[in-house]
């Protein structure tokens, strides 16, 4: 067994895998950028060494620098985590050549399934069903237009050097082919410096379906059944679960078998995961589930897979990387209960997901957070009661942390299991509710949203779920009156009696009383009643100065002071409209002197890896512009400054 490791990321993976490491007593090293020295990910790891500045192109990319840490540190293995450099293989080959263990597949299967073109001939040939399309080496645009028209629309152009979400265009008819493929072969050019495409026909219904495959050097390669992550945004996962709502036994042994043959045809070692695309538009059926793509490292949602078998994986990463077989063979390994997981992010979804960092000056989540019957959570009675879920945090930041602009702003990914999958459910929605955090904005409420959802509950999932319920699930979760009304009335009468059954708020008393919500609070209702009903339940109120409080509900807070309000979720602007994090100006709708109505359209900015459209905080006129199509901007510059009209 490998006795010392060097992790080559950050965030929370990083302070993952280094949890498993000193489980197994191996000693651990860590690297970090500029933006880094502080992190928790440095603080918990028995070695840190400083690799270059905050750019990841500086640090985390620079696969030299971080063999060099590894051999000054004396480390004996890397682990590369997922994101940066964990499916480059040439990477990987660098590490092998400087005498280290590399904790991941070989480059060569790395390679074979590095673009998606490739790898979907090479799974056809290892009688793999694989998402029907064009994987042609031609890339003449009159030819990939008859293809597609082949291939009969809707029909999806792909990258095949793409990756997360990005490099995809969804076309709907002929006469729209020429330009979404012209503008994904220059998305792709630009972001993976390949601008080939393959085409596949767009999957109706499509739900995204994986499998965990693990294989040793000893010949051997198991699966860990198969998880559901169909809730995504833009292409990209938001709530993963394990196992997949309507999957029979008979469906998920020929998947899972699917999966180990292609795992087996590149010769596959450690942990690895086969995407598929199914259909589910009549369930799930086993000749409707093709393939997409092979994942060749640990993926972010690895922990709902953990919760069901009991198998920790990243121990078998390190297990494998030091030449043992596999702990288990495939007829030991059995799933217990439902696990579900949800990203939570710092942006704001009232603001079309606009990144919010900063410092977390709060970033508490409670630890017995437990769920309580359904009907006191939505109001609908359709479950009398629910038994504890086991709740699971996974995070690589702590309370005074920055949530940097330089990475993902990803602050922790929340982990429910329990026996039912509906269990499980209220699990994640009270860590998503009650988790408090100030003062950025983030998804917590409406990712609780999003899985009481009753499609969702009920298991009809798609794709398209979060698109259809955008509305509903992202309204700006703005501070109700009455709930001011209360709050004012406590700060200037403490004690007032007609706040009911309120009880203990008092500033200037211990650092966290509560206050009970009665029906009165039914005028909160967001914009559906079915999802946010009012419960008799405390929220925690949370003093820490003197002069304010801070009130947190369905994941959304609010700071309470005797003279003012304001809300996370609310903030008055004063028409200064700031770049949230370095980016790129895409394009600019306005101009100087031009007048403007709330909500207009004001500038693109492309920043982490997404496209992000700034609008006008309320009518009235450009009065400054700083910025023009093409530039770079740093956080906090001022872009655009609104002077409101003077009505
Ligand atoms: P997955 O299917 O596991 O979500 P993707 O193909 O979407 O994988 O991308 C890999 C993951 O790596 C993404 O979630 C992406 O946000 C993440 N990632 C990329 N860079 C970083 C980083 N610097 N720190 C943490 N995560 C990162
Ligand atoms: P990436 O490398 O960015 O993860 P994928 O090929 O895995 O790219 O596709 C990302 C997502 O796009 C999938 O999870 C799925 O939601 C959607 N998608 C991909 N291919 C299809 C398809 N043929 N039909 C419908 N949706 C698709
Ligand atoms: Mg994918």
Redesign the pocket.
């Known amino acids: 067994m490998i006795k010392s490791l060097l992790i080559a990321n950050r965030g929370e993976i990083a302070c993952r895998i280094i949890r498993t490491a000193q489980f197994m007593g191996i000693r651990t090293s860590a690297v970090y950028s500029d933006a880094d020295a502080n992190a928790l990910h440095v603080r918990q790891a028995d070695e840190a060494v400083h690799i270059g500045p905050s750019p990841a192109a500086e640090s985390y990319l620079r696969g030299d620098r971080i063999i060099e840490a590894a051999i000054a540190t004396g480390a004996e293995a890397i682990h590369p985590g997922y994101g940066f450099l964990s499916e480059n293989a040439g990477f990987a080959q660098a590490v092998i050549d400087a005498g280290l263990v590399w904790v991941g597949p070989s480059p060569a299967s790395i390679s074979a399934m590095g673009l998606?073109d490739a790898a979907k001939k090479l799974m056809a040939q290892a009688g793999v069903l694989v998402?029907p399309g064009y994987m042609g080496e031609n890339q003449d645009p009159a030819v990939l237009e008859v293809e597609a028209g082949k291939i009969g629309y809707p029909v999806?152009i792909?990258a095949v050097a793409?990756?997360?979400?990005?490099g995809?265009r969804l076309v709907e008819n002929g006469e729209d082919f020429a330009d979404a493929l012209a503008s994904c072969k220059r998305e792709a050019a630009s972001s993976f410096g390949n601008d080939h495409v393959l085409i596949?026909?767009?999957?109706l219904s499509?739900r995204?379906i994986e499998v965990q495959v693990f294989g040793d050097t000893h010949g051997n390669v198991v699966h860990l059944f198969e998880r559901d992550?169909s809730l995504?945004r833009r292409?990209q996962k938001v709530i993963e679960e394990a196992p997949a709502p309507g999957m029979d036994a008979a469906t998920r042994e020929d998947l899972c078998c699917a999966a180990i043959r292609a795992a087996k045809a590149v010769d596959y070692v450690g942990a690895g995961t086969i995407?598929f695309?199914a259909d589910g538009s009549e369930g799930l059926r086993a000749d409707r589930i093709w393939f997409?793509?092979m994942n060749t490292r640990l993926q972010v949602e690895h922990p709902v897979t953990e919760e069901i078998t009991g198998v920790d994986l990243v121990e078998w990463q390190l297990r494998v990387a030091s030449g043992e077989p596999l702990p288990l063979r495939q007829d030991e390994i059995t799933m217990n209960g439902h696990a579900i997981e949800a990203r939570l992010y710092a942006e704001d979804p009232a603001k079309g997901f606009l990144p919010s960092i900063g410092r977390l000056e709060r970033f508490s989540i409670p630890e017995t957070v437990r769920p309580t019957r359904w009907q006191h959570i939505l109001g609908t009675g359709i479950m009398e009661s629910a038994s504890d879920a086991r709740l699971r945090v996974e995070t690589g930041v702590s309370e005074g942390d920055e949530i940097s602009p330089w990475y993902d702003p990803m602050i922790a990914k929340f982990i429910s299991h329990a026996e039912t999958r509906q269990d499980a459910i209220v699990g994640l929605t009270r860590m998503c509710w009650d988790t408090v955090i100030w003062p950025m904005k983030t998804n917590a409420s409406f990712l609780g949203t999003l899985v009481v959802m009753p499609d969702f509950r009920r298991g009809r999932l798609d794709?398209g779920f979060i698109e259809r319920h955008i509305a509903e699930t992202t309204y700006d979760v703005e501070a109700a009156p009455w709930l001011l009304d209360l709050v004012a009335e406590r700060l200037t009468k403490p004690g007032s009696p007609n706040v009911g059954a309120a009880h203990g708020f008092r500033l200037n008393t211990s650092p966290c009383s509560t206050v009970l919500m009665t029906d009165r609070a039914t005028g909160y209702s967001g914009k559906t009643d079915s999802v946010i009903g009012f419960d008799q339940r405390e929220y925690p109120l949370i003093s820490n100065d003197r002069d304010a409080v801070l009130v947190t509900m369905h994941g959304a807070s609010w700071r309470f002071t005797a003279a003012r309000t304001e809300g996370s979720h609310h903030h008055v602007s004063d028409g200064s409209i700031l770049s949230p994090m370095p980016g790129k100006v895409i394009s600019v709708e306005i101009a100087e002197g031009q007048a403007v109505t709330k909500g207009q359209k004001l500038l693109t900015l492309e920043a982490m890896k997404m496209e992000h459209t700034l609008t006008a905080p309320f009518d009235g006129m450009v009065a400054e512009l700083t910025v023009a199509a093409g530039d770079q901007v740093q956080v906090e510059a001022l872009l655009v400054r609104i002077e409101p009209s003077g009505d």
């Open positions: 998606k998402t999806l792909k793409g990756g997360g979400g990005k995809m596949e026909k767009y999957i499509p995204h992550c995504q292409h995407e695309i997409m793509e794709t």
